[in-house]
């Protein structure tokens, strides 16, 4: 399958729409994602796992173990894991405290209330919680499912980017269980479907992971355009709001 018959089968679907559409975080944005229901169809999901298996195949460094972000990453994973016969694991969803906890916390930083010397990190999180508290909230014995060995390098893999903090909190809990299992790992890679250009890139970046995607939105937006498919209009709103989210985050960059 062809990168534009890929495009079009996602966009048949429904997986991308364009219009107006409002998101969870309150503001507009002319074009909506929604992969989870990939799995829907499993003729499309294959193909996802070949082109993201073409973009490992490429790498020189190659991960030794996938690791699959729930929901919508998990699918993808282990379609990916047939594709490459590698091992497959994934973050368990039972330390969602400790996740919902570190986004209050970095939302309280955002709002000024306070000014700490760094943002917590779900790891850093999680040790204070259980140094001070001597156990482990919900009984939770372990942060992953899966095989996880001493010297694994990590792929992570998930639907989509937009701001990257799902990929750091993944990360976190595979640091947390390797230290739980008394063994080093490194997570290298992130591998999505789609990149939704909203900074998540430059994110990972400075974490010192690469991010690899099939798609850009831009790309997406670019090839339905081209096609016939997407009339002129919205393929204009869509540029300009995405030229509009990359001129806000080098603003937020330089004011940082």
Request: proline letters at 4%; hydrophobic letters at 40%.
């Amino acid at each position: 399958m062809s990168k534009i018959e890929l495009i079009k089968r996602i966009y048949d679907i429904g997986a991308i729409k364009f219009g107006e559409f409002v998101l969870k975080s309150g503001k507009k944005s002319p074009y909506y994602i929604d992969l989870r229901v990939l799995p829907s169809y499993p003729d499309i999901l294959v193909e996802v796992a070949k082109e993201i298996k073409s973009i490992i195949d490429s790498q020189q460094e190659k991960p030794t173990v996938l690791c699959g972000v729930p929901m919508a990453g998990l699918a993808i994973a282990n379609a990916l894991g047939m594709q490459t016969g590698m091992r497959v694991v994934y973050t368990r969803k039972e330390p969602i405290i400790y996740r919902d906890l570190v986004r209050q916390l970095r939302k309280s930083i955002q709002n000024g209330k306070f000014q700490p010397q760094e943002i917590p990190t779900v790891e850093k999180v999680v040790t204070f919680i259980e140094e001070l508290s001597g156990f482990k909230a919900h009984g939770i014995t372990s942060y992953l499912d899966g095989e996880l060995l001493d010297g694994d390098k990590v792929g992570i893999v998930d639907d989509l980017i937009t701001t990257a903090d799902s990929k750091l909190e993944a990360r976190d809990l595979i640091k947390l269980e390797a230290k739980r299992r008394n063994i080093d790992v490194n997570i290298l890679w992130v591998y999505v479907v789609l990149d939704r250009e909203q900074g998540g890139k430059e994110t990972l970046e400075k974490e010192g992971i690469k991010l690899y995607s099939i798609l850009t939105i831009t790309e997406v937006a670019k090839k339905l355009y081209d096609n016939g498919i997407l009339p002129r209009e919205k393929y204009e709103v869509i540029t300009r709001y995405i030229a509009a989210e990359k001129t806000r985050k080098d603003n937020n960059k330089c004011n940082s």
